[in-house]
């Protein structure tokens, strides 16, 4: 079976993954030496369905991290997400919307609620309780 398949992905106890983000959260500090940095988005479940229903072939979502360096003097983190198909490879929109200037392109999303700025109760994942 290949290894991008619906099923892909495995659950994790709480433990484990409040030591993965609370790792995240001290590299980003220590890296960027500023408190100003995105650990986490929010993204709608309408949103993320869109993004699975528009593209028949999807089996899943990939995450890409990236960051946004607008002009402001600050380098936003941002988290885009992509539909994937069973082989593993992104899809993306058509060559000629891929040439266009049109913003409503439906197949990559971003746009989230990005934390810590808009984040949930303080828990293990996202504070060091």
């Known amino acids: 079976m290949s290894k991008f398949n619906k099923d892909a992905g495995e659950f994790i106890s709480l433990e484990k993954g409040a030591k993965f ?6 590299e980003q500090r220590q890296m960027r030496k500023k408190e100003a940095y995105s ?11 869109q993004l699975l229903n528009n593209n028949p072939a999807a089996i899943g979502i990939r995450i890409y991290y990236g960051l946004d360096v607008d002009g402001d003097g600050k380098a936003d983190n941002k988290f885009v ?3 994937v198909d069973e082989k593993g490879n992104d899809i993306l929109p058509s060559k000629d ?15 989230g609620v990005y ?7 303080d828990n293990p994942l996202n504070s060091d309780l």
Do not use: M
């Open 115 to 121: 934390c810590p700025v808009d984040c949930a109760q």
């Open 81 to 83: 997400l992509v539909a």
């Open 39 to 49: 650990i986490a988005a929010f993204f709608g479940a309408n949103k993320i369905n």
């Open 21 to 26: 983000t609370s790792t995240f959260r001290f």
């Open 97 to 111: 919307a891929r040439l266009g200037k049109d913003d409503s392109d439906q197949d990559i999303l971003d746009g």
